[in-house]
């Protein structure tokens, strides 16, 4: 057993959020977007002049396994199955760690095999695309399934007051962490050789593996001190269905996460399409040459301050509440998708950025403590978060569909920005019917 409030325990969870977010800065928002968009478009480009037919730049094309697709829906159908995948792992991996206490090495598993598949991205090779969207796809269950056991250590390392602070801290040291990676990337790109943009993927997976060692030194992979048994995966699912069973009986859990599922949904959709909204919509015409530089300082501008709405959310939360508290914050994203539905200008566009890096960060960190504050005295803290893991994966592959769908039908990627208010407005009316009060604590 570990003593709650453990100060050196908290610091090394706290680094694994340093450790892990220059995947989700570097890879799945910045450099490597913008490096596969080019990477691919000047190979159809050249495909095309040298069979010397019409060249249509608005219609890009890749071949994947025989067949022609387009370069982002490939992307996002990677990055889709990625999510189903963790989906149906965590839970059924979850009971596992739960029954036999593996749960850092499950940790430490999917965080290198996250960091590796990030490092493989250095051979990405536009005439061997499937081996590299194989890449992306490990990249992204090895990140995200990484965090369903790191989340599950919060309620073990901390007692529930502190829960609200201790997440801001995790999401800002996250922040802050992968903006400096990303400089020191851009720097190398722009300074010195765009050749060099490939080395970025072997600094992201260095950086993941390097500092994620300072969480494994201090955190305890047996809490509990749970017995090997033989039959562990059998088990294992037993435990899962155990804690399914109390789950059903917690009113609150349900709510909440029913809450989580829609206004989750909409952040994500709005995180993973902004860039895309960005370069088809505000940098064009006589905006296009500012385009990459734009999108980065937006990025940039978004990291740091999200850093700043967890900790000042979290502090609101201590005042009024965390129910209270996402209230305000979900009811904010609303305005924030109907400035975007008209916004023109690239000024524009940082104004939205900043809107939104304000609240990304607040409403990510304190949904994620809340949670951690609504759960029963269990042993069974991965399990339980394998629940809150499933639901946000599934609301990203309904939201990014749902997104596509909406452009597919009215033609205008703009009414699919304006459409992901629905999930706010949704997720705001769910929250209303969250149980506040308490046995454990009285500002929930």
Excluded at 23 to 38: K, R
Excluded at 279 to 304: D, M, N, P
Excluded at 329 to 336: G, S, T, Y
């Amino acid at each position: 057993m570990i003593k709650k409030g453990d100060k050196r325990i908290i610091r090394g969870w706290v680094f694994y959020d340093w450790a892990n977010s220059v995947y989700n800065l570097v890879i799945s928002s910045a450099i490597f977007p913008i490096f596969y968009e080019s990477l691919t478009r000047q190979a159809y480009l050249d495909k095309h002049l040298e069979l010397g037919g019409v060249v249509d730049s608005s219609a890009i094309t890749v071949e994947f396994f025989g067949v022609e697709i387009s370069p982002s829906v490939l992307m996002s159908y990677v990055l889709s199955a990625s999510f189903l995948v963790v989906a149906f792992l965590s839970p059924m991996l979850s009971g596992i760690a739960d029954f036999s206490g593996n749960k850092k090495k499950f940790m430490q598993f999917f965080c290198y095999l996250g960091a590796l598949s990030c490092i493989s991205l250095f051979f990405f090779d536009i005439h061997h695309i499937e081996i590299g969207m194989l890449s992306l796809f490990l990249a992204s269950i090895g990140f995200w399934n990484s965090l369903v056991f790191y989340n599950a250590y919060l309620p073990e390392i901390a007692e529930p007051k502190d829960h609200d602070k201790i997440s801001a801290r995790g999401f800002s040291m996250g922040y802050f962490g992968s903006m400096i990676l990303l400089v020191i990337c851009l720097a190398m790109i722009m300074f010195i050789d765009k050749s060099l943009t490939k080395y970025t993927f072997l600094l992201v997976g260095i950086w993941w593996i390097g500092f994620s060692q300072i969480t494994y030194r201090v955190l305890p992979n047996n809490v509990f001190e749970k017995k090997k048994e033989k039959g562990m995966i059998w088990k294992g699912f037993k435990e899962l269905k155990k804690v399914f069973q109390e789950f059903k009986k917690i009113k609150r859990l349900k709510r909440f996460l029913s809450a989580f599922f829609f206004f989750n949904t909409g952040v994500q959709t709005v995180m993973l399409m902004a860039v895309l909204y960005a370069k088809r919509e505000i940098f064009v015409g006589e905006y296009e040459e500012a385009g990459q530089t734009g999108l980065i300082v937006s990025i940039l501008l978004i990291q740091l301050l999200a850093a700043l709405g967890a900790f000042l959310l979290s502090r609101l939360s201590v005042k009024i509440g965390n129910i209270k508290s996402l209230l305000i914050v979900v009811a904010f994203w609303i305005p924030i998708c109907v400035y975007a539905y008209f916004l023109t200008t690239p000024v524009e566009f940082y104004v939205l950025a900043a809107c939104v890096g304000v609240v990304m960060g607040g409403v990510q960190s304190l949904a994620r403590s809340t949670y951690s504050k609504f759960l029963p005295e269990t042993t069974d803290h991965a399990s339980y978060f394998s629940f809150y893991d499933v639901t946000e994966k599934i609301g990203i592959v309904f939201g990014t569909f749902f997104f596509g769908f909406m452009e597919y039908i009215t033609g205008d990627i703009r009414a699919s920005i304006l459409s992901v208010m629905f999930f706010f407005i949704v997720g705001l009316i769910l929250l209303f019917f969250v149980p506040r009060n308490t046995e454990k604590l009285k500002s929930v």
